[in-house]
């Protein structure tokens, strides 16, 4: 439907007017007409005018429907172009801005005719201008759809983050192709995860130099990140540790069962196991250190931390002082002996039991 139809439309008494100035100038020709027929044949005609005037009613009906229908239609296209959440902009091969919606617009802090025409480079910070170049490069040597983020600039030269999602299409009437990109303002995501670095830095810089042998547990036992301390402490290095080895695989047989029992009560509605606990572990050369273990839960996973200290000398040392004083008893109990016994025979026998139970 042309634009001069659909005015017609829109001006139905300028029709109706049109309408009666032509029937008025061929009302005598017609009346000379009507008096030469038949009553038959007038009547025959007349059926025919109704008909004709009902068929005109119904297409009129039909017009008005089909510019109700595009009137609404339109009004969707502004809904979904203008209105839309992200900033539509159609370019040319070079870059030119050949359509952008109010969304455009608002993101780059300038009136729509500004835009139109110019490059869109112009918004596109300096630094990142390579990124943009690369895009569109890709885009219309490969045909296929780009994404990128870079940094575009507002007209009071405030940044912004923007994800840029580029197709290519050819224009239906010259068939050049062109360029339909797609911009989101993402600055809040890019915050979001420079905090989120920033984070993961300062925790892996904590994890590194707690001092500890420190380690992150999956479900499945494996571990999945491991310290320095740790291969210090196993004998390993972090590359065979890490995503390979599960953390049974350094405990004695011995204390599997109680530890594997302990890992799933953990992970498990109920009463909670020790956090704290001590079981024997087997190094790489096979030797086997005392080790105090503390563990909890990483919130909102079914991941672990555990750090593992070295208590083998701690154990070793607290068994030489209990011998030691099994000795200084021993001692303390022959000094009585020679006190009491006058006996030298009785007196050594009983000092060699002494000895031998120490």
């Known amino acids: 439907m042309n634009k001069k139809m659909i005015d017609s439309l829109r001006r139905p008494d300028d029709l109706r007017r049109q309408a009666e100035g032509i029937a008025r100038g061929k009302a005598p020709q017609l009346s000379e007409n009507l008096d030469k027929l038949l009553p038959q044949e007038q009547r025959k005609l007349l059926y025919e005018l109704r008909v004709h005037q009902i068929e005109l009613e119904m297409q009129n009906k039909s ?9 609404s239609s339109q009004l969707r296209y502004f809904n979904l172009y203008d209105l839309a959440p992200v900033g539509y902009f159609t370019l040319t091969e070079e870059g030119l801005i050949l359509k952008a919606n109010l969304t455009a617009r608002s993101l780059l802090g300038v009136e729509r005719s500004v835009l139109l025409k110019k490059s869109l480079t112009r918004f596109i910070f300096r630094e990142d201008q390579d990124i943009y170049y690369h895009h569109l490069k890709q885009l219309f040597e490969t045909g296929t759809p780009q ?8 007209k009071d030269g405030s940044l912004f983050w923007g994800q840029l999602e580029s197709t290519i299409a050819e224009e239906g009437e010259s068939g050049d192709a062109l360029c339909y990109t797609v911009i989101s303002d993402i600055t809040e995501r890019k915050k979001a995860e420079k905090a989120l670095a920033e984070s993961e830095e300062r925790y892996r810089t904590v ?5 500890t042998a420190t380690v ?39 204390d599997l069962e109680r530890i594997g029992k302990y890992h799933i009560a953990r992970r498990e509605a109920g009463e909670p196991p020790p956090t704290k606990y001590e079981f024997r ?15 909890g839960m990483i919130p909102d996973t079914k991941k672990s931390v555990a750090s593992l200290i070295d208590i083998t000398e701690l154990r070793q040392a607290e068994e030489r002082i209990k011998h030691l004083n099994l000795v200084l008893r021993a001692i303390r109990k022959v000094n009585q002996l020679i006190v009491k016994e006058k006996n030298r025979e009785r007196l050594l026998k009983g000092a060699c039991n002494n000895l031998i139970k120490t």
């Open 147 to 154: 994404v990128c983020d870079l940094r575009l600039v507002k």
């Open 281 to 295: 572990m087997k190094n790489k050369k096979g030797n086997i250190k005392d080790i105090l273990l503390k563990i």
């Open 216 to 254: 992150i547990i999956e479900e499945d036992m494996t571990i999945s990140m491991a310290n320095n301390q740790t291969g210090k402490l196993s004998g390993y290095s972090k590359d065979e540790i890490e995503n390979k080895m599960k953390w049974t695989d350094f405990v004695v047989p011995e």
């Open 63 to 71: 017009l008005r429907k089909t510019q109700g229908e595009l009137e």
């Open 207 to 211: 994890f590194e130099n707690t001092g």
